[in-house]
């Protein structure tokens, strides 16, 4: 389940980049996809993905996925280790 995503944590961080649809954006949002299938839950299609900075200020790294095929839509909270490897997938509530 641990994949390393370093480029998506950079297109995170920098929303106009990361709505620009490049081959490589959406490799990342597929990885990102994968990994939260693998994981037990839903995920079709990455429709965001951006750094949640409250949480992330005071411990790790969180991401906010969201995942919406315009039929069902399901946000997570993706916890990286240092090493920008994923440590922990969660819903987000």
Do not use: H
């Not at 389940?1 to 081959?23: H, S």
């Amino acid at each position: 389940m641990r994949r390393t995503l370093p480029v998506l944590l950079m297109l995170a961080a920098m929303p106009g980049f990361a709505a620009a649809e490049t081959v490589q954006t959406r490799t990342l949002e597929r990885q990102a996809a994968r990994a939260i299938r693998s994981a037990g839950f839903w995920c079709d299609k990455v429709s965001e993905a951006k750094i949640d900075q409250v949480l992330s200020a005071s411990g790790p790294t969180v991401v906010r996925v969201t995942c919406d095929d315009r039929t069902r839509y399901e946000q997570y909270k993706l916890t990286m280790t240092p090493k920008n490897t994923i440590a922990k997938i969660e819903v987000w509530k």
